[in-house]
């Protein structure tokens, strides 16, 4: 075949993006699972229960009898009614159904939200440890991302969001338009009372006014992969977000709107709620896996600090305790920093956990985890010693996911990974190298 002249067309400077890394864990777990691996899920954020059977037997009557053809931008008026109904029964708030979008996912709607109110330039604050996307989105969009610090909560305050703006006018820079906030957040779980929202929304900080968003998805509701959120817009933007709608989206998917009504009733919340208590007892699995990561002996040392000694060959080093991870409040994630026990590359760490069949277990199963690098800014050194551990599944699955990640983590292939590149470094480290490459392939 003749080769052409004519070149190829090159990648747009607003595609330079980090890609969403949990998304490539799921991917390369998907690939090992098709290849016969069996694969413990502790990665992404979704329920492993189906949808409410109510909101199944809607979309197989409607499957059954209706082509499910396009509806408004908008939405049909029986779900935003539902929605409107859901913020009034669950939070006391009315809210006007003409004001609710419905989009192919949450991320559906933070996209429009974000072009809606944000152009070129302007500056836009998000926590930082926060949902990878909206960093890596807002970047797309040309928009100046600020990182601000959390507290011990890992939340953003008002004291924080003051100071950025204050240092930004010193500086002679735009004061931040923007902030980004989502609660309970992700990957740490952390809620923010009405106190400290109420504090952000009228800090002296906020110059742009106090334009509200509110945002509703669908892992509370097991209905990830019906793809369909919902987007509750100011009245001043609220045709602009018709617009961007209509024209990015045409309308969210039919089948899932007319089984969402189902999935906001009286019978679906009942069963919602098994998985509440289910999450519940997940978290306390998760949390007691991780305190006993270090149970054992360590024949390594953490990464040595500053005029430390590394003269600890053999000491034992507790687990993860429980000021190192972030107190998962309202979401089945839990966030923890391993710092302290050596991990350094926390996403060599995590692709290593997921494919080692090594000499710990030869072809036993691996632990999809997500690395923290996800979800902190590039090039902080934060995000390479934490993780995020989602724990939806089923208990069994979360306690067997959770027993193979201990003994993985006390095993050779685990301890190849304390230290970081110091401690897997040398002869020993190059021979581990190659037999973990081995085994890879």
Known sequence: MQKSDTPNLAPSRRSAIRSFKVMDVVAKADRLARAGREIYHLEVGQPQSSAPQPAIRVAQEQLAADRCGYTSARGEPPLRQAIADMYLREYGVTVSTDRIHLTPGSSGAFTIAFMAAFDVGDAVAVPAVCYPCYRNLLQCYGVEVISLPVDAKYNVTAAVLAAGQHDRAAAGLPAIKGLILSSPANPTGAILTPEELKALCFSKACSYGRTGWRLGSGPAYSMTGWRLGWLIAP?????????????????????????????????????????????EDNRAVVVSGLQRMGEQTHPRAPPRQQGASLSLLGASLPGVQTHEYAPPQGAFYLYAD???LGVADSLGMCDALLQDAGPWRRGDAGVAVTPGVDFEEEGSGVGERRVRLSFPGTTEHVAEAMRRLVEWWESEAGLRWRGGAEARGGANGAANGAANGAAHA
């Not at 709608?245 to 019978?267: C, D, F, I, K, Y």
């Open 235 to 279: 009245d001043h933007l609220d045709s602009c977000v018709d617009a961007l709608n209509q024209n990015m989206n045409v309308s969210a998917p039919t089948v899932s709107q007319r089984a969402a009504v189902a999935a906001l009733g009286e019978e679906a919340a009942a069963e919602l709620a098994q998985h509440v208590k289910r999450y």
């Open 338 to 340: 391993l710092g302290r």
